[in-house]
Antibody
Framework: EVYLVESGGGLVQPGGSLRLSCAASGFTISGYWMSWVRQAPGKGLEWVAS????????YYVDSVKGRLTISRDNAENSLFLQMNSLRGEDTAVYYCAGQVGPTGWFDPWGQGTLVTVSS | QSVLTQPPSVSEAPRQRVTISCSGSSSNIGNNAVNWYQQLPGKAPKLLIYYNSLLPSGVSDRFSGSKSGTSASLAISGLQAEDEAHYYC???????????FGGGTKLTVL
């Protein structure tokens, strides 16, 4: 069975930082691009960032450039998202997902972790 | 305002057929594959259709996808109550250098 399990979400004040993790089991992330996709409460899906198998290429949505950083540890079979200078509009459920190439589809998906940015 | 345009909602009776449209431009759908995701209430999204019309293993063949020019569509035949969900289209956008999603369509089975 394939599992992606996100952790690290929680309540943080505006301007604060948080580090999300995504641990994979039954799925070897080293063979895939990996991505973060978020969903604000009651809203649709928004792609956030993607990273190549060896970490040499990264893509970000404009609204998070310079504030959020995607990284991976293939030895630990884990994906990360370092979130700095957080804003209210970053409040969302963050999903990690495997991706077949930067332009490809997302599969599998984790269950998500909620990040709430509020004072 | 999403880059890809979907109707906010559609509804149809059980056992009928429904289609959900996804409209884009030459920078996304016109030159890249479209993927569709199903999100059941309270659940994470799940891949439904990939590369415009291909079904992942385990997905019912009641679901089908197509693409023409800068638009794509998802069809669901033989509607069942468990098909009630939000459906999202997505594609790579060459101008934005990123993946863009449609705003999502809520399907109600009457």
């Amino acid at each position: 069975e394939v599992y992606l399990v996100e952790s690290g979400g929680g309540l943080v004040q505006p301007g604060g930082s948080l580090r999300l993790s995504c641990a994979a089991s039954g799925f070897t992330i080293s063979g895939y691009w990996m991505s973060w996709v978020r969903q604000a409460p009651g809203k649709g899906l928004e792609w956030v960032a993607s990273i190549k198998q060896d970490g040499s290429e990264k893509y970000y949505v404009d609204s998070v450039k310079g504030r959020l950083t995607i990284s991976r540890d293939n030895a630990e079979n884990s994906l990360f998202l370092q979130m700095n200078s957080l804003r209210g509009e970053d409040t969302a459920v963050y999903y990690c997902a495997g991706q077949v190439g930067p332009t490809g589809w997302f599969d599998p998906w984790g269950q998500g972790t909620l990040v709430t940015v509020s004072s | 305002q999403s880059v890809l345009t979907q109707p906010p909602s559609v509804s149809e009776a059980p056992r009928q057929r429904v289609t959900i449209s996804c409209s884009g431009s030459s920078s996304n759908i016109g030159n890249n594959a479209v993927n569709w995701y199903q999100q059941l209430p309270g659940k994470a999204p799940k891949l439904l259709i990939y590369y415009n019309s291909l079904l992942p293993s385990g997905v019912s063949d009641r679901f089908s996808g197509s693409k023409s020019g800068t638009s794509a569509s998802l069809a669901i035949s033989g509607l069942q109550a468990e098909d009630e969900a939000h459906y999202y289209c997505a594609a790579w956008d060459n101008s934005l250098s990123g993946v863009v999603f449609g705003g999502g369509t809520k399907l109600t089975v009457l």
